[in-house]
Structures are given as C-alpha cells and as structure tokens.
C-alpha cells in the first residue's frame, strides 16, 4: 500500500521517544516566534503532523507550541492555515479550550479554522454554543479589515443545519431569520472597491458611487440580486449572494427547530395574507426607497409586511427576491457565462418558490403567474430543461390548489424531453430522480405517467449502467394491466432501441453517403424509407399504438451488425433484471386472461429476440422460471393456453435451440394438466398432449441431430419421459405405449453409443430414470400417487396437525433434548 520510503518514514515517526518529542516542540516554538516562516517551518509542520497521524493514540501538545499553532489559523499564507489546522485536528485540545472562540476570534474566521472548530465540538450543548457565538458575531458590526469573515461564518451555520439542525433554538431561527432578510432585501445598489463613474480626472473628493448594473448593461433600478453586476462588491452584497446560495436549505431546515409561537404566527399569517396580496402601497421604512432605486411591481410591499414574524416576513422577501431573479433572467446577458448563471438562478428561485408556497399557501395564488409566464418563455427551448424540470414540479405540487391546466407541461416533460434529451447524461439523473422522488404524485395526479414508458426508457437505452438503480426503482410503477403485455414487448426490444438511437445520433452526424468507403448497412437502412416505420414504432413516444410489430425478424436482420456494440450489449445485460422486476409486479395487477396472453407472448417472443452473444439464453432463463410460477400459481392457465403450449412443445427443432424454456414447457404441460388442476381437463387433450409429447421423443431418440446441432441436453429427454408417465398415470389406457417405448429405450441402449447422446454418463442416466418410470407405470395407482401427489402430501402441515400424532412426537423429543 506504501512505498518503501513511506513505510520507512512512518515507522521512525512511530518509534520517536517522548524525550525527543519534546526537544521537536521546543524547536518548533522557537522558529514559530519568528516573524517570517519560510520553508524550515513547512517541513516541521509536516513532519509533526506525520508523527501525530503515525499513531492511533490522540496526544497533547504543549500549550505554547498549541497556542501558537492556532495563531497561524489566522496567517495570510494559506498553506499555514491548512497545516496548522490539520495539527491541532490531530491533537487534543487544552482544558477547558474545545469551543473557545470569542468575537475576536471569529472576525479571524476562515474555512481552514472552521473545519478545526467543527471537529473540536464534543456535545450537543457544545454545539448549541457554538451557533450562538456564530450569530452574535453576525449580529455585530465588522471592521472593515475582517470583512470577509462573515462568508465564512454562513457555511459553517449551513454545515451545522445540515447534521445537527436541533441545536438551533427559536431565538437563533428568528436572529439568522432577520439577517437573511437584511441581506437578501437591503444590500446596497451600489459599486463596491474603487469602481468610480467619473473620468480620467476623477480623484478622491470627486469619486462618486456607482450604482450596480443588470447582465445586459442597463443601470439596476431595483434592489441588488445575485445577478446583478459591477467592478467590486461591498460586504452586504456578498452576504446578499452567500445567503441566497443558502436560503432554500435554510427554509426546509428551520421547522426543525420547535416553535412555541407557532398558533401565533399563523393567525398573523392568516390575518395579513390579504393584505399582502391585494395592497401596494410603499412603506417608507423599507431602505430600498431611502436608497433611492426604482421599485418595480416585484418589489413593491405593503407596509403590513414589517409587522411579520420573522419566518413570514423572511418567505415574503424570499418570494420578492425570487420574483426580481425570474425579472432579471428575462434580460441579454452578454457573456456565455452570464447566461449559466441565469439559468442556474432561475432552478434554485423556481425551487424557492415551490418551498415558500408549500409553507404558505397564499402564496400559491401570486406565484403561480409569474411561473406560468416562464414556463411559456422556455417550453420552446430544450436548453432549459434543467430550469423547465422545477417548473414541472412547482405545477405537480401546487397545480391542482391553483386549478390550472397542466397538460402542456406533463406534455413536453414526458415527451420532448426523452424524446430530444436521451443523450443528456446530467438531465437524464435529475429527470430519473424527478421521477423518483414524486413516483406516487405522478401516479395519482399525471396520466401520462404510465403511457409514457415508451419514451422513458430511451434514458435505459442509451446509458444502461448510468441509470438501472433508477429503472429498477421505477419499472413497477409503469407496470398496469393496460400497459403489461406492451411494456413486456418493449422490455424485449430495448437493445434493438438502443441500436437505433445509435443509428439516429449517427444519422445526423456521418453523410448521407461515402463515396469509396464502406457505411453501416443499419444505417443505411435507418435512412430507408421502406422501413422507416420500424425504427418510428420502436422511437414511439407513448404506448397505445401497438403491443409489437409484424416484421420483428426483418428488424432483426437489419440490426444484426449491432449486436456487438458495446452500448447495445449493455443495454441487453439489464433486460434479464428488469424483466423479472416486471413479473413480480404483474403477478398483483393482472387477473388469468391477462396472464394466459402474458404466456403466449413468451412462447412467441422466444423465437424473436435479437441475436446477441448470451442474450437469448438469459431470456430464455427468465422466460422459465416466470412460466413455472404463473403455472403453479394459476393452474388453469395450462388449460387455457394448451393449444400454444403443444404447438410449441410439438416443435422438435425448439429440443436443440431452446432447451431451458422447452424444458419448463413439457413440465408444465405433464405437471398440471389434470383434473384436479382444472375440471377442464378431459382426458382427449390428456391424449393429444400425449401423442405430440411422445412424437416428439420418438423423434429425438431415433435419429441424429441436425447438421451443427448439439445432441440434445439429457434434461430435455427425461423432462418428456417423466411428462409422459404423469399423462398416461392419468389415463391408464395411455400406459401400454409409454411402457413399449421405455422397453426399447433399455434394449437400444444395450448396444453401446446411440446417435443421439455421446456422452455415456448422460445416457446411464437417462436410461435410469426410463427403468424407473416403467417399475412406477406396472402399478397404475402407485404410479400417479408418486407422480401426481396430491396437495396434502406436496405442502404437509404435520407438525401443525393436532390430530396427528407428530407434534406429540415433536414435543416429546424437545423435552429429551432440552436439559431440565
């Protein structure tokens, strides 16, 4: 794991004595006291804290060499911030000195020293203390040399609200509360640093201020935002952009925090929410107007807004914050940058609003406009989609209160976005966790939902490994018995529909023809219009307009190049997963006809899959093991699909390529074709299944297999011996012929190798299980009670029985064994 070097340094630093730990600290005290630290200070810092990380005991350091360390948290060099930080990180600290961070400490305050007086907070009540000396250092005016403090102290209040959000009490909610509001509403409108609007003349009595400008040049006539721009920043309009980086974590952390003025603040709630929607009358205490900016409708607020409690007061000026950021994204920025930032604006301030309005409920009313209008501005244009996404959600959690239509948003989210954005790996994660996060909202509140599987697993198609968890999460969900048996074709061709959404990027990027080289026979066939409706049918964007289509074995064909991409093999590695997902759901929302049709889709799709190294076997797997449980579960569904059962039983070509599922098919067909499984059962199609199983194994045991043909597997050959004898114990005039043919069998086999099995251990079995089957057959009753056993034998509840004598047995030998 280490380098010979390093091994060598850290068992020196290990083995280091105490004495001569001492003389280190003395020399690091002294050249600590030094007024400049050059490169001989780095490397005992270095080394001091190898020999403190070396060992697992924590040690103490001496109390000089500690306070001194802890005055480099505070060094203009940041290397010593971060060496001195992650010494005293390894040490204990002083008693009575864990938390001891005063007002002036904290206008020293960097990231460095935070991380150090984080991991120094041993308790609860520590860290109660800690945020209350945090936010009376925010509450106190700084100096202008420590300025940059306070955007240190913000995230240290964020870390603390996301891992400890009960240590904050109702007075710190409502101190933090009123400072956001200061900073988000009340920054200054003007230019911070030397920025002057004067000219080349301009000096220091003439300097005048200068106010701040929006993304597109125009002078900011309302008051200041994150997007709002200039040469420098002054103090309060960092704090402006650092709180509203945390505002919508500290609005969904707050209620944490238990409010004994909760009844309170709702009837002031209550009592003002008319007032603040209907009146726009300016306050003259709001410092907007004393600063002299244009107050725009989003900024105008009645003067009843003062009389809030602080969390109220603090969502309206959130709302109004919001509201001028979804102003200011309307306008031309003239840098690239400019404009993702905008966007990046616009989700935290739509997300913001969706948090407000789900506190308050007023507030729905005078939002929703707002967003209705962006929503209109950038449906059109998919290089919002990210911004697009928490509109969607703003319209799933407040749409139905509002009563608004929301049939074009679930329109373009479940259709353009899938359809157009499949590619966008950082879309497809927040859209698949969209989905995730609101899975029973969209269930109950958005149709679209489960008729959209079509163009949702486009995102499965194209990035399979990126995005399973999410499908294996949300399959279920789209899994009704209006859309099974589609979404079960659909599942199937996934990697045909990988391939094609290849072919289609491709498409729009390679020519149409190349003169001398050699394209893509897919492609070209892409491109085709004779089968244009193939590749149209598997890019469908909602189910309804067919389970499958005719000509899946042309579509094959015309996809068989790529059956070695890696894309497509990834894909087709997910179906087996996905697929028994879908069973296991489908057996609790389908009744017996949708089942018996689910079972003819199996046995048809068997032979239709895309050729793909391992990719039928595996289906072929799932195929079976899902046959077995529907049958044991659904016994009748023998009956009602015995026709496509013997069809494809009666296939002897299916005995060499499908052996697994045509296993499985014969031991359904033996197993629960009988009366006391369906009353249907009659003993003519006992007969028939007998007669086409028995054709079927003649076949098979007389002759050769086919040129390049495996012979086939000994499971298939006894799976139809044992079926046989199940049919003919059932109707005992069928038991002549399966006793002659077994008589053969044995005589055959005496004769050394037979064509159709090589291997000489596969036939002693199977011959071995025929001279079983025989003795069975002699006995008529015998034979079908070991054969068919009935409920009670397969399932025993002896040990349950009270009329039986084994639980007296049962309890008798616990006693015995279990001492007095």
């Known amino acids: ?95 009575g000195q864990e938390v001891n961070y005063n007002q002036e400490n904290f206008s020293q305050l960097n990231s460095h020293a935070a991380a150090l007086l984080l991991s120094q907070v041993g308790s609860m009540a520590d860290l109660s203390s800690l945020c209350a000396q945090l936010l009376r250092s925010l509450e106190s005016r700084q100096s202008e040399g420590s300025a940059n403090s306070l955007t240190h102290t913000l995230p240290i209040l964020n870390t603390i609200l996301t891992h400890s ?10 101190l933090l509360s ?80 238990s409010n004994s003025n909760n009844t309170s603040d709702t009837a002031n709630r209550l009592q003002l929410s008319l007032s603040l929607s209907h009146s ?36 309206e000026k959130a709302f109004q914050y919001c509201q001028r950021l979804i102003e200011q994204s309307d306008r031309k920025a003239h840098k690239r940058t400019d404009t993702d930032l905008q966007k990046a604006c ?71 976005f899938p359809a157009e954005l499949f590619n966008n790996q950082l879309l497809a994660h927040e859209f698949l966790r969209f989905l995730r996060l609101n899975l029973k909202s969209l269930q109950l509140r958005v149709p679209q939902y489960t008729h959209s599987f079509p163009n949702l697993l486009k995102f499965l198609a194209w990035d399979s490994p990126a995005v399973v968890d999410d499908f294996v999460d949300l399959l279920p969900s789209l899994v009704t018995a209006g859309t099974a ?85 990834q894909c087709a590695q997910t179906v087996p997963v996905l697929l028994h997902i879908f069973f296991n759901k489908v057996i609790e929302v389908a009744d017996e006809k949708l089942l018996a049709h689910l079972v003819q889709v199996m046995l048809e799709r068997s032979s239709l899959l895309l050729n793909i190294p391992k990719y039928n076997k595996e289906i072929h797997r799932v195929f079976s093991s899902h046959l077995l449980r529907l049958c044991k579960l659904h016994p009748s569904l023998v009956v009602d699909q015995s026709h496509e ?18 296993t499985h098919v014969v031991w359904v067909l033996g197993e629960y074709l009988s009366v006391s499984c369906d009353s249907r059962c009659s003993v003519r199609l006992i007969t028939s299944c007998f007669e086409t199983l028995e054709a079927v194994l003649f076949e098979i045991t007389s002759s050769a297999p086919p040129p390049g043909a495996d012979c086939p597997v000994p499971r298939v050959v006894t ?67 070991v054969l068919t056993p009935p409920p009670p034998v397969t399932t025993p509840q002896w040990h349950r029985d009270t009329n039986m004598a084994m639980p007296l047995r049962l309890r008798a030998l616990t006693n015995l064994t279990h001492s007095q």
Request: aromatic share 8%; net charge negative; glycine share 6%.
């Open 719 to 785: 799976s139809l011996m044992s079926a046989l004898a199940k049919l003919a114990s059932r109707s005992h005039d069928l038991i002549p012929r399966v006793s002659l043919f077994l008589s053969k069998l044995r005589t055959v086999t005496r004769g050394g190798t037979v064509a159709w099995c090589s291997d000489e251990e596969d036939l002693v079995a199977i011959v071995t299980r025929g001279e079983e089957l025989w003795s069975l057959l002699k006995a008529p009753g015998v034979a079908q009670s």
């Open 346 to 416: 616009l989700v935290e301030a739509v997300c913001i609003l969706d948090c407000v309005c789900g506190e308050d409920a007023s507030l729905v009313f005078r939002t929703f406009p707002c967003i209705k209008a962006l929503f209109g501005r950038l449906s059109s244009d998919l290089s919002f989609a990210r911004v697009l996404l928490p509109i969607a959600q703003f319209y799933l959690n407040h749409g139905e209160m509002a009563a608004v239509d929301c049939e074009s948003v679930w329109k373009l989210v479940f259709g353009r």
């Open 645 to 662: 059962l013997l069809e494809f039983a009666g296939a002897t070509a299916k005995v060499y390529s499908k052996e697994e599922i045509y």
């Open 178 to 257: 009123k400072k956001l509001v200061d900073w988000l509403r009340y920054a200054s409108i003007t230019q911070g640093g030397n920025a002057s609007s004067g000219g080349f003349f301009t000096g220091p009595r003439s300097r005048q201020p200068v106010p701040t400008a929006e993304l597109d040049g125009t002078v900011s006539g309302d008051f200041f935002t994150v997007l709002c721009v200039g040469q420098g920043f002054t103090e309060d309009q960092w704090m402006n952009v650092y709180s509203f980086s945390m505002l919508r974590h500290w609005l969904l952390t707050y209620h944490s925090v």
């Open 485 to 569: 048996v589609e979404l079960l074709h659909t599942l199937l061709d996934l990697p045909c529909l990988s391939a094609t959404l290849v072919l289609q990027v491709r498409s729009t990027c390679l020519p149409i023809s190349e003169p001398g080289g050699r394209g893509l026979l897919s492609l070209d066939a892409f491109r085709s219009q004779s089968y244009r409706g193939l590749f149209l049918f598997l890019l469908r964007g909602e189910a309804g307009s067919g389970d499958t289509i005719d000509r899946l074995g042309t579509l094959h064909e015309l996809l068989a190049e790529t059956a070695d991409w890696p894309r497509v093999v």
């Open 165 to 174: 959000p009960e240590c904050l009490t109702e007075d710190h909610v409502t």
């Open 1 to 95: 794991m280490y380098s010979h070097g390093s091994e060598s340094l850290i068992k020196q630093a290990r083995a280091i004595q105490e004495p001569e730990l001492q003389k280190f600290h003395s020399r690091l005290v002294k050249l600590l006291q030094g007024k400049e630290l050059g490169h001989e200070a780095v490397d005992s810092l270095q080394r001091l804290h190898l020999i403190l990380s070396a060992t697992k005991y924590t040690r103490t350091l001496p109390p000089e060499l500690q306070r001194r360390l802890q005055s480099l948290l505070s060094s203009p060099a940041e290397q010593f911030q971060v060496l001195s930080s992650v010494v005293l990180r390894e040490t204990l600290p002083l008693s």
């Open 280 to 315: 726009h009358s300016f306050s003259n205490d709001d410092r907007s107007e004393v600063d002299g900016s244009v107050v725009s409708m989003v900024s105008a607020t009645s003067s009843s807004s003062r009389l809030l409690p602080p969390k109220e007061r603090l969502r």
